[in-house]
């Protein structure tokens, strides 16, 4: 058995903390033979655990404690700490996991809330259970969501060499946010979601780029950002914002600009990766 989970890019600017997508790059897991205690083979990072201390099976022993051992192979093509929800993906394996080998009968509906409930915030976890585009809110302990078809584009990935802690990137933004200021913002997401329902990417894209609620303040940890949206206006991209936490930048393109806008991104730094995705319409799959 294999358990396939997505990449996911968090926020698209103003949906902060709430709006994600899935996007083609994945985790695996890999199921193989009894042992007597778990292990993990992974090539991923010497400080990443290779046994039941490691997240995936902490999350998976946390639901299902009697699960007996296996050799598990955890092979994944995220970047870690990027902004690409490498840990969400680990997260969502480890209840998938439980699920299957504990026969658990989890809901979609059952993972995207113990999955909330760990990582603290839905708009990774519920776009890598779900696929396509989630919108989310997590209240008084309640994740309710809605899924929904991610308008037609390409998706580059500009994806610095450097990691950024979500953590560390949380840090920054404020306490509170003054009240007509929190208005404006709450218009801005609202228009940028009904835009994206309607299919309509050249809106979306306008109001991605108009985030009140985190952007400005993680600005000086991601100069890269100011720079890319440049380009992205140049060359006829829909909008490039910050995926999750950050560094990763996101830039939402029609399939016809996408070649112009790698040469362009490439140009800016020779250790940075440019990926190009798509958005995934699945989510976690089991094979
Ligand atoms: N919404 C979160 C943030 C995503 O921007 O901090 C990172 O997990």
Sequence with gaps: M???????SANLGPGF???????????F?????DTDTWVIEHDLSDEIPTDESNLLLQTALALAPNLSPKKLKMTSEIPLARGLGSSSSVIVAG?????????????IKDKVQIATELEGHPDNVAPAICGDFVVASFL???????K???????????????ELLTTESRSVLPETIDYREAVEASGIANVMIAAILNGNLPLAGVMMEKDKWHENHRLHLVP????????CHEEGGYAAFLSGAGPTVLVLTPEDKTAALIT???????????NLLHVDTEGVQVF
Excluded: M, W
């Design 2 to 8: 294999k358990i396939r989970v997505p990449a996911t």
């Design 17 to 27: 903390d709430s709006c994600g997508i899935a996007l083609s790059e994945y985790l």
């Design 29 to 33: 897991i890999e199921i193989g033979e």
């Design 95 to 107: 209840i998938e996991l439980a699920n299957r080998l504990g026969n658990l009968n989890l809901s």
């Design 140 to 146: 008084e302990g309640d994740v309710r969501y809605v």
């Design 148 to 162: 929904h078809h991610f308008p037609d584009c390409e998706v580059l990935a500009y994806v610095p060499s450097h």
């Design 224 to 231: 890269h950002l100011k720079e890319i949206r440049e380009i």
């Design 264 to 274: 362009r991104l490439t140009q800016l730094d020779e250790k940075a990766q440019i």
